[in-house]
């Protein structure tokens, strides 16, 4: 069969709590997200890989506690008073920064005046504080005292609910099995899940077929061996 034209279309993430799912491997990190009011210093940050759901929670706290987001990269040139004087602000991918004098220094200034001011700080980070190489030892100390949340790498039943979601905000349709297949044969991973819907959704678009477990092995036939 000749291959199509294939097109990136924009895709809308699903992020409302009733999106996410909740299973063993993530519920003491959404346990903690929710109960907001009780972090110790009224701070945390939410460490997980890539995939793992970072944002999507960012964007259910946000609707809980009124929260403005930005991303860490951008406090270089955000007005931190004003972000400061907001109730609760969620800072994503603070590890990002690290390195970023001006960035760093940017962080350091919105911990301690949103605090000061009786706000609520959420960071989010691929890990803890104590690995993030930062330059300014204040920053460092006060990320270092700061609560973390930890999301585990998948189970199962949150694989299969990642994968699910993730077709569905593609708005893709995939036969029943395919599903279980993928979970019983892939890399247990959100950044390995995160790839294999973009790699089927693009197999699927270019040859006109469904989205199978027969797609499916043929793509997993694709991919390198695992070296370990």
Known sequence: MAEQLTFELPLRAAQGREDFFVAPANAL????VEGW???PQRKLVLVGPSGAG???ITH????LSGATIIEAAALTAADIPALAAQPAIAVENADR????????EALFHLHNLTLAEGGTLFLTAQSAPRQWPLSLPDLKSRMEATATATLDPPDDALLSAVLVKLFADRQISVAPQTIPYLVGRMERSFAAAQEMVTLLDTRALSTGRKISARLAAEVLDTLPDDPQ
């Open 37 to 39: 009011h009780n972090w």
């Open 54 to 56: 970072k944002t999507h």
């Open 29 to 32: 990190a959404v346990a903690q």
């Open 97 to 104: 920064i690290a390195g970023d004098r001006s960035a760093e």
């Open 60 to 63: 259910v706290w946000a609707a």
